[in-house]
């Protein structure tokens, strides 16, 4: 039997993304997660927070976040490049994760230099549910502490691009880590096909580890 390949974060629309994706939404297109049958995380992304209403985009979020198909808050995070200062990313990054934990949810993370603040916050909160660092692009060192500390890691276009990136990806466990999409108009299979290639294991193999993986996003029925 055919092994669907899971696709940790895809936009709407995307060609190519895979059917067994989830699919992130901005809290500024809930209008498209009300309708969406399939899994999916909504979150206000760092970028978009200087020209919201935080609030009222906080309670949508909370409100979606209840439903059986929104698997995981996200994206949310910090980005040290782009939005406003990392005070106000941080409470409202801190919100999101109040949300998750209530909910046992998974958070799904926009991270741009500062993963120091990243996982500083997730001890201060003592979250245990699982992170995932979505589009890594970081080094050895910061995989191995953001794995330590409990975030998986999803690899997305880069790994076509970076031989550095592709060197990190085969030296971390298979069982921290996600493939995806994004934006990128790359068909998520090539992506399989090409991790698979970094970590020398049939693309089956990886697809099943990753499947394995995605059981902790426990609204999707894994078997
Ligand atoms: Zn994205």
């Known amino acids: 039997m055919a092994i669907a390949a899971f696709n940790l974060h895809r936009h709407y629309p995307a060609k190519n993304a895979g059917q067994n994706a989830i699919v992130s939404f901005d809290v500024s297109e809930s209008s498209l997660a009300e309708t969406w049958p399939g899994m999916f995380s909504i979150g206000l992304h760092p970028w978009n927070i200087v020209t919201t209403d935080t609030e009222k985009a906080m309670a949508t979020v909370a409100e979606f976040a209840e439903k059986d198909n929104c698997v995981a808050l996200g994206e ?3 980005d ?4 406003p ?10 919100h999101h994760v109040h949300i998750a934990e209530s909910l046992s949810k998974p958070v799904v993370v ?10 500083a916050i997730r001890k201060k909160l003592r979250c245990e549910l699982p992170w995932v660092a979505h589009r890594f692009t970081g080094n050895i060192e910061t995989a191995s502490q953001l794995i330590s500390h409990g975030i998986m890691l999803s690899f997305g276009p880069e790994l076509r691009s970076s031989q550095k990136l592709r060197d990190v990806f085969a030296r971390i466990p298979a069982d921290n880590v996600f493939v995806e999409t994004d934006d990128s108009p790359v068909d998520v299979e090539d992506i399989y096909s090409l991790a698979a290639k970094i970590k020398k294991i049939p693309t089956v193999d990886l697809k099943k580890i990753i499947l394995q993986n995605s059981a902790c996003f426990k609204a999707y029925d894994v078997g």
Do not use: W
């Not at 040290?80 to 939005?83: A, D, I, S, V, Y």
């Not at 926009?110 to 996982?119: D, G, S």
């Open 110 to 119: 926009h991270c741009v230099r500062a993963y120091p603040e990243l996982i």
């Open 76 to 78: 949310c995070g910090l």
């Open 80 to 83: 040290r490049l782009k939005g």
């Open 85 to 94: 200062g990392m005070k106000i990313q941080s409470e409202i990054f801190s």
